[in-house]
Every structure is written in C-alpha cells, then in structure tokens.
C-alpha cells in the first residue's frame, strides 16, 4: 500500500518505535526497521503511507509512555538532514544516521526527570518573569501551604509483617508490639544517621476534605442532591440513591437519614492484598473514598 507514496529520492517515512515517523529509509530498509524495533504506539492512521486525513487527524507521534503529543518541529528539521544523508548513503557513502541518535533521544527525553526541582525552577522563572505577583518560594513550601487548606497527608510507619501500626499509643516504639520486629530498616555499617522505616502508609484524613465540601455554597448545595435528585423513572438506576440499597439503609437508620447533609461514602480499593496470599511484586494499593452525596457527573471525578 505504501509504495506508491515513497519521495521522488525512493525514501518513505519509517513508523517503527525508534524512528516515530520522523525519519526516512529506503523501502527495503523499511520492514527490517519495523520487524527489529517494532511498530510505534498511537499510529492508527497512516497519513503518511497512503491513508487520507480526516478533520481530527494531526500529525502526532508516540511519547515515551505511549502516550500522543504533537509532533516537535525540530524534527522536521532532522527528518530534512539525515533524508539527505540517506540519500549519499544509497550511492555508497558511509552510513550517518547514527550521529542523529542522540538528538532524537535529547528530543524525546523529559527537560526535568525531578519535577520537585522542575517546580521549584519554575517558580524562580514565573518571579523573574512578574516581579510584583505574589508566590510561594519553592515546592515545600508550596505543598506547607496545601497541608493548612486541609489537603495534606499524615505518614504512619507500619510493620514489617503487616501486624501493626506504629500509630496512637504505638507512635513513639520502636518494635513491633505483635511480632517484635523492628520499626527501621538495619543497614550495614550504619551507627548514626537518620532511621527509615520498613514501610509507610500515607494517609489522607478524611475530615478536613468533607469540611471543604461545605465551606462555599455551591458545593454546599450539591452535597444535598441526593436528597432531590432521585430518577423519577422507577427502572432507571442513574445514582446509588436509586437503588434499593440506599432506601433499605435509610429505613433501618431514619435518624441518619433524616438530615439530608450527613455524608454517604462509598469505599473501593484494587488490588489490596493485606496477607501476602496474591504473588505481587509491589506493596502499595489505592484505597479511594467517593462521596455519593454528590450528583453523578461530579462525584466521581479526581477533585472530588
């Protein structure tokens, strides 16, 4: 199919994970480039081997994780230069492509692998930029100023063995009330330094979030649809307050649901494996609060 679209030079734009259509070779190069890197992520249609453009077909490329961006006009430029190249190298030159490969990595390698230290040089660019605003100094700081608006997190040590946490009455031990672990990890040589635990459970009160739900009047307003937005339509189920569930909870507690602001959450978790019986090579698990007080184009998004 793509024959027929190779230049006036006999080159074709290469889809293989390496070259990420910016780079051009001969047909008969094209399918040991693909067989040996494999095809690119996100190339569905192949406006560059013969398929037509649609209206929402960019030019786009495949990132690092896979994912689709724009194409970066810088590789236009080298798809110009190693093309040319290309073209000495088919009358017998010494092969040059090479030499472009660390260009083409620099260009698809993040600017700032630490993103603490990415913000923290943003910052000082933004206050150089507008003198007269306002900003936090770095990115601790930034993430001090979050914990006071409540939407920080409170570190907990945990067991080895899962047994306990070094939490409440266990806060200050150092072993492990059930198994008499230790809390730290021993490493060798160390006599001084500070400690790191074996584990760390990161939680994220629950309270101060619930609070913010209620501090302006909008939100205020939407944590009481359930009480007036049930489907009028007895065989729709839109939100959980359609379900029998809901209105059996509400007949055996009519206290709690008599004040249409007491706080309905839904608990969901994946993957938790607290007793190691699930062959799984990581030790951390999401446990998501969702609040069905909230109509259901709101309560499931991340800010909620």
Avoid at 44 to 49: A, C, K, L, T
Avoid at 197 to 219: D, E, I, M, Q, W
Wanted: one cysteine or more; charged letters at 25%; a neutral charge.
């Amino acid at each position: 199919m793509a024959k027929p679209f190779v230049n006036d030079r006999g080159f074709i734009k290469c889809p293989c994970r390496r070259c990420l259509n910016n780079a051009s070779h001969q047909l008969e190069d094209l399918e040991s480039h693909i067989f040996r890197n494999s095809f690119m992520f996100g190339y569905n249609q192949w406006i560059h081997h013969g398929e037509p453009a649609t209206a929402n077909a960019g030019t786009t490329v495949a990132g690092p994780s896979g994912g689709i961006h724009e194409r970066d006009e810088m590789f236009d430029v080298l798809d110009d230069i190693i093309s040319e190249d290309a073209e000495e190298d088919a009358v017998g030159g010494p092969s040059s492509n090479d030499q472009y490969d660390d260009l083409f990595a620099a260009l698809r390698s993040e600017l700032y692998p630490d993103t603490n230290k990415s913000f923290d040089e943003l910052l000082k660019l933004l206050k150089l930029a507008f003198p007269k605003i306002d900003l936090v100094e770095s990115h601790y700081e930034a993430k001090k100023l979050m914990t006071k608006m409540g939407l920080g997190y409170n570190s907990i040590h945990v067991c080895k063995n899962d047994c306990a946490l070094f939490w409440k009455e266990n806060s200050l031990k150092d072993t492990c009330p059930v198994c008499s672990e230790s809390r730290w990890k021993l490493q060798s040589g160390q006599r001084s330094g500070k400690n790191v635990p074996h584990k760390v459970l990161r939680y994220f009160p629950v309270g101060p979030r619930l609070k913010r739900l209620f501090a302006t009047s909008k939100t205020a307003k939407l944590m009481r649809w359930h009480s007036t937005g049930k489907s009028k339509d007895n065989d729709v189920m839109r939100h959980p307050v359609d379900g029998k569930s809901w209105q059996e909870f509400d007949k055996r507690h009519p206290q709690f649901a008599g004040d249409v602001r007491n706080v309905r959450l839904g608990l969901a978790a994946d993957g938790f494996n607290p007793f190691g019986n699930m062959s799984l090579s990581y030790s951390m698990w999401p446990v998501v609060l969702t609040t069905y007080n909230l109509p259901p184009w709101i309560c499931m998004k991340a800010e909620y």
